[in-house]
């Protein structure tokens, strides 16, 4: 039992280390306005931390919505947060948009048809996130977003 337990940390340590070591490829690192070139130490749990941080600057989320919802460009897809007014790294995928805030997430979203899928919270329809309508989830301190089908379910789930 000891030895499984050893075995799981070490996975868990490998884990945050390689999300903590990924580089972002040449070309989307000189796209991206601020240094998203490597991962904080603290894994995805600093990303998250961060986004937080600058979600809770901005006193008022309508400040931030367009006619579209929240810029896809400034939410980490995998993560389903707002990341601060950050741009994220673009994932064109199957002839769509998707965007994540590492190259650990550019990956999962290649890779897992989950993560580019969400429930509308109104209707509980599948929708795909790179055609979704997104909207700070109201009363969230962390930047956690949700997927709406549409603008009119976002003002159903709001009122």
Not at 137 to 147: E, H, I, Q, T
């Amino acid at each position: 039992m000891k030895k499984n337990l050893n075995y799981i940390a070490v996975f868990a340590a490998v884990l945050l280390v390689s999300c903590s070591s990924e580089k972002a490829p040449q070309t989307q690192a000189a796209a991206t306005p601020e240094p998203l070139t490597e991962m904080p130490a603290e894994g995805h749990a600093g990303h998250m931390a961060a986004a937080g941080t600058q979600a809770q600057q901005t006193a008022d989320p309508a400040e931030l919505m367009t006619g579209d919802g929240l810029p896809k460009d400034l939410v980490c897809m995998v993560n389903n947060a707002y990341m601060g007014g950050k741009k994220q790294f673009p994932v064109p995928f199957e002839e769509k948009m998707y965007y994540g805030c590492c190259e650990m997430c550019v990956k999962t979203i290649k890779n897992e048809r989950e993560v580019r899928y969400a429930k509308d919270p109104v209707t509980g329809q599948e929708i795909d996130k790179a055609e979704a309508f997104i909207a700070l989830k109201p009363g969230s301190a962390n930047g956690d977003v949700l997927y709406f089908a549409s603008e009119e379910n976002y003002k159903k789930y709001v009122q």
